[in-house]
Every structure is written in C-alpha cells, then in structure tokens.
C-alpha cells in the first residue's frame, strides 16, 4: 500500500520540478511511514531524508494558534477581548465604518478581522524587524471591510498574535513557542532561524522561473515569523501531528498536556463563515466539494469520502508544505518540499484517498453505553412483538404522541410481512452516546433501524426509525 504513496509523490515531483520532498504518514500516535523524493539542495544532490530541515511556511499558524490557546487557559489573555488591551499600538487605527467591533484576539484566530488576503506581501515581510513591526502598527492599516463580517486569510493577523504573545509572556514570541509546545514535545529540531541543526540536515528552497532552477536566499526570522517562519523535520513534525490527533476522542484518560486535549480540540472551532471549496487532488469531482471554515490555525472541512478534516497548506518563497488530519480516523499526512508554492496538498489528498481504498483509513468504533445497550433490547422486544408498548416503560413522552400505538402495530405488521422475522439480530453501532445504527438480518431480508435517546436522567427513547434494507 505504502508503494503506491512512494510512486505518487515521486511522480508529483517530477511533474511540478520540486528538487526535493519528505512525506509522512501518522497513525496510532507514531510515525508509520516516511520517506523523502529528490534532494536537499542541486549543487551537493545530498537526498532529502526524514531529519532533513524544510521550512514549513503557514503550518506554523497552528503552533501560534494553540500557544494564544494555552495563554489564555493560564488566565494571561482572553479571547473576546479587543486585541487593542495586548497590542498598545492598534488603539488609534481608524476603522472602515463607524459601526466596526474592534479587533478581537478571536478575529485574528480565525481570520476574520477584516483585513486583506496578504500571501505575497505577507511572506516578504517576515524579516520585518519588530521595531519596523512597531511602526507598522502605529501609524494604522487599511481594511477590507469591518472586522466580524466574513473571513478573509490574513498573515498580518497572524503576525499580530505573534506580538500578542510577546507582549503577555514577556519574551518573544518564538521562545515562548519553544517552552511552551516544542520543548514538552521534544522538538528538538524546529525553531525559527534554522540554526538548530548543521548546514548538512538543511535544504535550500528554489523556484521554477523560466524553465530553470533559481535559488531562492533565505529569508532571516523576523516580527511576521508566527505566520510562515517555522522549520522542522518530518521527524519532529509526525510528533506535532501524532499530538494534535491525540486529542480525539473526548476520554477520562489522564490530560499530560503540554495543552489540555479540549483545548487544542478548539483548533477545529472557526467562526459562522462557512464556504465550499473543491477537494484537493487528483480525485476531485463536483461530488466531492467540501463545506468548510477557517479554525484556529487550522482549516476544518466535512468530507464525502475521508469525513471530518483539518488542514493547512504552507508556501512560501522557495518552500511548500501540507498537513491532513483525519482525527476520527487517528490518522494524519504531511509533506514538506523544497520548491516555492510546491502545492503538495494534491498528493496528500490523493495519499488518503489510496489509503482509505485500501481500507487502513477506519473511523475509531464510539463506545456503546449501557444506556443504549437497554434501549436496543427494548426495540428488539418491540419488533419481536409487534407491539410499540413492549417498550413502554422505556419511551420518551413524544413518542406515542408522535405516532399512537395503533399506527405503530400497523407498520411492524406491514415490515413483518416484508422480512418475516429476524432470525440473526445484529449489534448496535453507537453513533453518539444517546443514539445508534444497527442492521438486522431477518428470514426474507434485512432491516435497518436507528434509535435515539431523549436527554433525560432516566433512559427514555423518543425516536426509533425501521425499514426494509434496499438490496
């Protein structure tokens, strides 16, 4: 299976004249395979290999994302506060309507401040000294409309939390960063300059101009570096990856942090912007558009065929990179590559569809309650019988208001007729805790059922739904 992911991106790198590239693949909080296409740089044809260094461009966002998290869990910043109480400087901007919200730390987060869709000026800007930032800031931005009325990707907006982190850690923003994720992470090989490791593990970023290879100079850390400025390996990244999917599902398990699982959780939570984009990949038709919205560092997407998503693609000057998290299936793919705007969230997307087809893409199995356990029997009881008031004691009070029991005895007769009885009752499938799916196989077909539970203390069912299964 792993092959097919080998001759995918070596072909993607080909087709897209990427020198190099290191992809990865996640699972069961451990890196399941790695493997790197083409080189690290065209003058020593050193081969790419997984404690290469590529610079990650805007999946840093996530990092800067989930640090602005954890500060406010520690009770140093709050997310609904105007960003003016943390960022002196924004105090005297002039708003584009008299009827503008100020800034909030949660507009930033999701992109929704207001300002323009900045990729090329905002990639050029990283080196911007934050003495430059300050003034910047000071004398005021232009908007694009007022903050709070839709979702615009702003690296601007990022590079304001960056200060924000500065400004409430009382360091700069990369070593909070560093002590706050990297380091209880054992990251050891991602920071901001690209000095953490030697010259030997490093690659160089190139562009594709007129049909030639053209060197892209470094460019230093600087004030805007909490939106693109971050490098890393696929080593140390599968640990980010392998930490981000920990987090689901919801469990009693012990929280050892570095952030609390419900907070990184919050990465997924975007504002009410949703919009419809086409899946990434070679696979992409007009059925697999996707509904998404920005997150918190993040891109969360509903998916026809991989489910809930979230993502993030990296470009910048010399460097492209992607991150696909599939948290129900604890599955995740990334890849690096050493060419500007590389686009590899084709082959990543494309990677997952290859696994979900060959069937190592599974959602994780929701934990079936007792509760539900004795609404399921009850149901049986109720098909067994024929008759909605086997289940009596355990009905919700909307249901025979719903349909009385008389209408009931007639549709179990109509369905009995059809099926006959059920010879092999299957298990429930819980959907949620209060609900479940479940198939059953009978003497002249199948049925499929589901059956929910109303919020009570007590176990009460108020919806239970049963039809003939359509070969």
Not at 17 to 23: A, D, E, K, Q, V
Not at 151 to 172: C, D, F, K
Not at 423 to 431: C, E, L, S
Request: glycine fraction near 10%.
């Amino acid at each position: 299976m792993f092959s097919a992911l080998d001759t995918l991106f070596a072909n993607y790198a080909r087709d897209s004249h990427i020198p190099g590239l290191i992809f990865g693949v996640v699972a069961e909080g451990r890196i399941a395979y790695v493997r790197g296409v083409g080189v690290e740089d065209l003058s020593s044809n050193r081969p790419v290999a997984p404690d290469t260094l590529f610079r990650i461009a805007s999946l840093t966002k996530a990092f800067t994302a989930l640090t602005v998290l954890k500060l406010r869990d520690e009770g140093e910043l709050t997310l609904d506060a105007p960003a003016e109480c943390y960022v002196p400087e924004l105090c005297g901007w002039k708003y584009p309507s008299h009827d503008s919200p100020r800034i909030r730390i949660r507009d930033l987060l999701n992109h929704t401040a207001g300002f323009v869709s900045d990729d090329p000026w905002g990639d050029r800007q990283t080196l911007l000294p934050e003495a430059e930032f300050t003034r910047l800031l000071r004398e005021g931005v232009s908007f694009a409309r007022p903050p709070g009325t839709a979702s615009e990707y702003s690296n601007l907006g990022y590079a304001l939390l960056g200060r924000i982190i500065s400004n409430v850690s009382g360091q700069p923003y990369d070593v909070t960063i560093g002590r706050k994720l990297l380091d209880p992470l054992t990251m050891n090989s991602t920071d901001f300059t690209g000095d953490i490791v030697g010259i030997e593990q490093r690659t160089l970023g190139y562009s594709w101009v007129d049909d030639a290879w053209q060197v892209e100079p470094p460019i230093p850390h600087g004030s805007f570096g909490a939106m693109g400025g971050m490098y890393s390996t696929a080593v140390d990244y599968a640990k980010w990856v392998a930490y981000l999917l920990s987090a689901w599902p919801p469990r009693d398990d012990e929280d050892t942090g570095p952030v609390r699982r419900a907070t990184v959780r919050e990465l997924a939570q975007g504002a009410s912007f949703p919009d419809m984009r086409r899946r990434f990949g070679h696979s992409s038709t007009d059925s697999s558009d996707q509904a998404m919205a920005y997150g918190m560092g993040m891109i969360v997407a509903a998916d026809k065929e991989l489910g809930f998503t979230l993502s993030h693609s990296g470009g910048y000057p010399g460097f492209g990179a992607h991150v696909l998290l599939l948290p129900n299936q604890g599955t995740g793919l990334f890849a690096f590559a050493n060419r500007t705007y590389a686009g590899v969230a084709t082959p990543v997307w494309d990677a997952a569809l290859i696994l979900r087809m060959g069937g190592l893409l599974k959602n994780r199995a929701v934990a079936v309650t007792d509760s539900l356990c004795v609404a399921y029997r009850a149901v049986e009881a109720v098909y067994r019988e024929g008759d909605i008031t086997a289940a009596r004691d355990l009905l919700a009070v909307n249901l025979l208001m719903d349909r009385d029991a008389t209408g009931w005895a007639r549709d179990l007769a109509k369905l009995k007729a059809q099926v006959g009885e059920c010879v092999a009752a299957g298990p429930v499938t819980a959907t949620s805790a209060l609900a479940g799916e479940f198939c059953w196989t009978c003497a002249h077909g199948r049925i499929a059922g589901s059956l929910s539970l109303a919020p009570t203390r007590e176990v009460r069912i108020q919806q239970i739904a049963l039809s003939r299964k359509v070969p």
